[in-house]
């Protein structure tokens, strides 16, 4: 084997590693992006929740200033 026929080895063996890392970061980045959009659902339902109660706890105030302001 000459000093050539190893510099092709060499090369083929690194871009086949290069070409398994690089499929492996795009997974990792599809992964961590669907990670990230559960989380981003998450928030998003639980801000809903706070929002909703926040409007419940307003109509109920309207509701008794207009009970409270019939009696006087």
């Known amino acids: ?35 990230i959009n559960a989380i981003h659902q998450q928030i998003e339902r639980k801000l809903n929740l706070i929002v909703n109660v926040a409007h419940a706890g307003e109509d109920i105030l309207d509701t008794a200033k207009k009970v409270f302001t019939k009696r006087k």
């Open 1 to 35: 084997m000459d000093l050539q026929d190893t510099f092709y080895l060499m090369a083929i063996i690194y871009m086949g590693i290069m070409f398994i890392a690089m499929i492996a970061v795009v997974i990792a980045i599809f992964v961590i992006k669907a990670k």
